[in-house]
């Protein structure tokens, strides 16, 4: 392991180029160091073999966070790399550039719940961004839950979260300094529209979970694991998780008193489960890693469970009387009756194709599944059908990505569907009829971008927010019952001193080498920037796990553009998910 004390004169700076008026920033500049100053790290004789081919992995060390002489490396390496910035001319004015390019208001999509809208703001550099309510989307803001007064350093984090119907109950998971791992509380939300902590609701070993109310709103689902080893919940430990499970907690009792209703089949086996918006049923997705043909797909009626006594539960305005799931819970006690099995359905998945709960009206489930559609369709399931089949509402698209179905309410008060598209890596948002795929209109956007959706499966007012690289965020109203009629402006974000209709994206495709494909390459610049080798560049690309590497707003592109004169290019590679499970063939 070498030394920290590397000498400073083997981080040599370079005469920076001269400045010109079109980069207003800091002068650009070069920094060399020397190959012999990187710290050492010793090596081991790990290896695996894999299709008969010996793969060496030298470093496998490294992947204890404990490993002795882990903690030496990672200090060697902070040293040399502030030493060397260090020498940098341009870093203080680039470090102001960057934090002021950060400190704009991010605005989260809201959502309504008992009558109040629901939604999530950042300030600017604020570490969490805070929850608040409003009686009507001009009315007074009040603070649901601000995570920031969890903890002195900001790093309790305020992650999934859901709020029952009538909107007098919040379910929120808090992770702190980025574990996965998370620690459910449950809040009553006031007339006023702000939080009060009920302080027996407390539910641990949290994690990978969704937490899906039922519809009377006294209780909901959530999946655990048993306590890690040595109780660890920090993230720092590796040790295998053992295997998931779904829970069912009703508000206003302990955890001690949940109910556990399945287990997955192995330990890197998850579950997704989700309570209809109706009530009716739940839906369960048991999905295997290790084999696609052994993911389950699942329903239960919670309609056709007893119910537990009607009550105010957590001090909740509201009565409420959730399903009584005891009878069915696998964790008993020693000397309580033998659980009886819980009333699951199986429902088809044809091989294991991805199904994906898009929404449920009575007996009738719709799904987004890439059964043969590898760019994903919108199928329906009768559950009282016999034999169980689906039938198709909309059809794979020819060419563009099916991201996302949005249950609402369409034109004639029936329920529609709210698609989003992926075409060219850019969102395309289009409204269907629920109960024949028939188009009613398509959301018209600002430009080129991404936009993200927030949608009631009972209600035809929409939310989306769209972005771009030169956009920052801006949240609209669009109604679904009068698709023709243009999205009205809530909320946008602004960058401080930096005027962004200065800047441009501009999209091209490249051949791949084999030739069998175009690469869609999106480029940022300043306008007029000539593209000739003379400036400054940062390529960027990603293509794997079928991730798609989108349009997203990025400061520091701005920033590099603003003051260097740089140009940003974002390449989206074969092996992403901007076009399918083809796309990575």
Known sequence: ?????????????????????????????????????????????????????????????????????LAAFIAAQNNLTDRLLATCESRPALEASLKNAYDYEKWGLPFMAGGRYFYRRNAGLK????????????????????????????TVALQEFSINRDGTLLAAAFSTGGSDWRTVRVYRINPDGTGTLLPGDKLEHVKFTELSWTRDGGAFFYSRYAPPAGGDTSGAANAADSVQQLWYHVVGTAQAADVHVFSADGPTDFITATATGDGQHLVLQASSTSSAAASRLLVADLAALPKLAVAKRGGSRTTSAPPDLRPFNLAAGKGAPTPKPMPWASLPMHGGYEFQYVAGYGDEVYFLTTWNAPRYRVVRLNLKASPLEYADVVPEHPRDLLQAASPTVGPDGQPALLLTYLHDVKTALRLVDARDGASLGEVPLPGPGTASVSTDRSRSEVFFKFMAFTNPGAVYRWNA???????????????????????????????SKDG???????????????????NPAVLYGYGGFNIVNGIEFEPD?????????????????????????????
């Open 1 to 69: 392991l070498a030394s920290a004390a590397t000498p400073a004169s083997s981080v040599t700076p370079s005469a920076p180029p001269p400045t010109s008026a079109d980069r207003p920033g800091a002068p650009l500049g070069a920094l060399t160091v020397k190959p012999g100053t990187y710290p050492r790290a010793r090596t081991v004789a790990a290896k695996d073999v894999l299709a008969g081919q010996s793969i060496p992995d030298p470093y496998r060390w490294m992947e204890d966070p404990a490993a002795p002489g």
């Open 127 to 154: 570490n969490q961004p805070i929850l608040y309510s409003r009686p009507t989307l001009d009315g007074p803001p009040a603070v649901v839950l601000d995570p920031n007064t969890l903890r002195a350093d900001g």
């Open 481 to 511: 019952a009068a698709p023709s009629a243009p999205p009205t402006l809530w909320k946008a974000a602004a960058v401080k001193g930096i005027n962004l209709a200065d800047y441009e994206t501009t999209q091209v495709f490249l051949p």
């Open 516 to 534: 069998r494909a175009n690469v869609p390459l999106f480029i940022t610049a300043r306008k007029g920037t000539p593209r000739d080798g003379s």
């Open 557 to 585: 592109v701005l920033v590099a553009a603003h003051g260097y004169g740089a140009v940003y290019a974002s390449c989206s590679m074969r092996g992403g998910g901007e076009y399918g499970e083809r796309w990575h063939a």
